[in-house]
């Protein structure tokens, strides 16, 4: 089971990391992604990675401002200038393929491993 921590309440314009690890998961030959879940909101994707070349999307809403990073044994996604709409729990998701194209990588659809999720809170 993968477990997302690092979780906390930052103020807007701060920075914030989480990860995502699982004891014996595999990470190098999957591709991983965060999404994240708002009050009453639908659960969105916010940023992913695929195995081997590390090639990585993200979400309009977070581009220049998040970055995931991965090793064999963590995931992590690094936020900066933070905004109180970036308030949600996020989850880390992880497939079982090394790579899907874009469309298909942006939807929660391919990823079969799911994390309890770990609350991030942007105070303004």
């Known amino acids: 089971q993968l477990v997302e921590t690092g979780g906390g309440l930052v103020q807007a314009g701060g920075s914030l990391r989480i990860s995502c690890a699982a004891p014996?998961?595999?990470?190098?030959?999957?591709?991983m992604a965060w999404f994240r879940q708002a009050p009453g909101k639908e659960r969105e994707f916010v940023g992913s990675?695929?195995?081997?070349?590390?090639t990585t999307y993200y979400a309009e809403s977070v581009r220049g401002r998040f970055a995931v990073a991965r090793d064999n044994a963590t995931f992590d996604l690094q936020m900066n200038s933070l905004k109180p709409e970036d308030t949600a729990i996020y989850y880390c998701?992880?497939?079982?393929?090394?790579?899907?194209?874009?469309?298909?990588?942006?939807?929660?659809?391919?990823?079969?491993?799911w994390g309890r999720g770990t609350q991030v809170t942007v105070s303004s």
């Open positions: 990675i695929s195995a081997g070349l590390s």
């Open positions: 998701a992880a497939d079982t393929a090394v790579w899907r194209p874009r469309n298909s990588a942006m939807t929660s659809t391919p990823y079969v491993y």
């Open positions: 014996e998961f595999d990470f190098g030959n999957k591709a």
